[in-house]
């Protein structure tokens, strides 16, 4: 699976932005989850937002609850993730990831084998 990631950028906090995840090379299946991740300078990579692909749960991280939304195109294969009232804390390198994890709620970097190259965020 190829994932791309976009949408990424520089934006005042109380701003939004959109990013896109379009993901080629496989069907989407039972099961099969995607996910969005952020690593902030200093820190770990976190699972912030998931979404099967099967049923469209979401998992969202606290800390983003309320202001971010994940969403699934199935026909364009493409997740997305709209993030709103963005704040400074949100800055960081957001990553796109697929696979089969063994929970769609707070999945350990583990869970997911395929990822996109990352996109920056930056709210200043």
């Known amino acids: 699976v190829q994932l791309v990631e976009s949408g990424g950028g520089s934006v005042q906090a109380g701003g939004s932005l959109r990013l896109s995840c379009t993901a080629s090379g496989y069907t989407f299946s039972s099961g099969y989850c995607m996910a969005w991740f952020r690593q902030a300078p200093g820190k770990e990579r976190e699972e912030i937002a998931a979404?099967?692909?099967?049923?469209?749960?979401?998992y969202y991280a606290d800390s983003v609850k309320g202001r971010f939304t994940i969403s699934l195109d199935k026909a364009k294969k493409t997740m997305y993730l709209q993030m709103n009232s963005l704040k400074p804390e949100d800055t960081g390198m957001y990553y796109c990831?697929?696979?089969?994890?063994?929970?769609?709620?707070?999945?350990?970097?583990?869970?997911?084998?395929?990822w996109g190259q990352g996109t920056q965020v930056t709210v200043s």
């Open positions: 990831a697929a696979d089969f994890p063994w929970s769609l709620a707070g999945a350990p970097t583990t869970s997911y084998g395929s």
């Open positions: 979404i099967s692909t099967g049923n469209a749960n979401t």
